[in-house]
């Protein structure tokens, strides 16, 4: 098969779809979320017929595509290998870690992605200039991209995501699930043991979310005892029982205090609505709506879930052209 792709509509709009299932599938198999485990790197690469630079950066602007994909010109000195398959021209790269060539085999073979991907490892001789960027690439990223305090995304990488994962859930018609949590009294718990044990409190949180959310999720620290977990793919009644599985886990810890030693429990409260991706909507309506099901639960009591669909939005145009229909067929 042709390893090149042209510019097209058609070319464009399945590049994208191709680079969103791509990336979900790296992220369920753990590869990039996971980048202390190294097998070894090795680069996922598609040769771009023409495309020039101006047309890509456009492209992932305009579908929030991950940063993650590069894309750069194929020359001699990046690419020495490739030039014996076609001179000139873009390649769009994605690096990875955690992965060996007989993963990705099987991935590409399970999931049926185009073969037109070419998997290559990284090493010095073949590509000598990304061996150089992927270190940059990583540890810029993860300062970008993470807190401090807790090693999980922060509220820009939030954002960003949410916005994406929106889009891409209407796009594809794909449920979307988010959630907001915030830890009950944290203030009197700093009051009462000091900031150091309430750091430890946040990280002790981090740490459950992070054993019991997917791959493909995203979990962020978006405030100072505000959390959310990001479930592309999950509907309402697949996400409520991880809720549940968090708040045991939650319910049955004593975190330690680092310098008094006092042994403190914690409860946290969760709110959170499913988009069905049906009616196109906003990354801001869902933060409203789960604000709504958070503030419903601290008003209630705390220490428990709520969640709720959110609920399709329909223009005036829309109900108009309804009550027509209706009238119509009587």
């Known amino acids: 098969m042709d390893n090149f792709i042209s510019k097209n509509k058609q070319d464009q709009e399945k590049l994208v779809q191709e680079l969103y299932e791509l990336e979900n599938l790296l992220q369920k198999k753990g590869g990039n979320h996971n980048p202390g485990v190294k097998k070894g790197g090795l680069v996922l690469v598609r040769l771009l017929d023409g495309f020039d630079q101006e047309d890509l950066k456009d492209l992932k602007l305009k579908f929030q595509v991950d940063p993650s994909w590069l894309t750069l010109p194929l020359n001699k000195e990046q690419f020495p290998v490739l030039m014996e398959i076609k001179k000139g021209g873009l390649v769009l790269v994605r690096l990875l870690d955690g992965f060996d060539q007989e ?72 449920p979307l699930t988010l959630a907001i949590m915030d830890v009950d009294d944290f203030k009197k718990i700093n009051d009462t043991f000091g900031h150091p044990c309430g750091d430890e409190v946040l990280r002790d949180l981090s740490d459950i979310l992070q054993e019991e959310i997917r791959a493909a999720d995203y979990a962020a620290r978006i405030g100072g005892e505000e959390f959310a977990l990001i479930l592309p793919g999950t509907g309402r009644y697949k996400s409520e029982p991880l809720f549940w599985r968090i708040m045991k886990k939650i319910r049955n810890r004593r975190v330690e205090c680092p310098v008094s030693k006092h042994k403190v429990s914690y409860t946290v409260s969760i709110g959170a609505a499913t988009y069905r991706g049906k009616a196109e909507t906003t990354a801001e309506r869902l933060i409203s709506e789960v604000d709504r099901q958070l503030y419903k639960v601290k008003e209630q009591g705390k220490n428990t879930v709520r969640a709720r669909m959110l609920q399709d939005a329909f223009s005036e145009d829309s109900l108009v052209q309804k009550a027509e229909k209706n009238f119509l067929l009587g």
């Open 103 to 174: 993963d990705l085999k099987d991935l590409k073979l399970r999931f049926q992605v185009d073969p037109s991907w070419l998997t290559l490892p990284l090493n010095k001789e073949q590509f000598p200039v990304l061996m150089e960027m992927q270190r940059d690439i990583e540890n810029l990223a993860r300062a970008k991209d993470r807190d401090a305090l807790t090693g999980l995304h922060n509220r820009g990488f939030f954002q960003r995501i949410l916005d994406r994962e929106v889009e891409r859930a209407f796009r594809f018609k794909l």
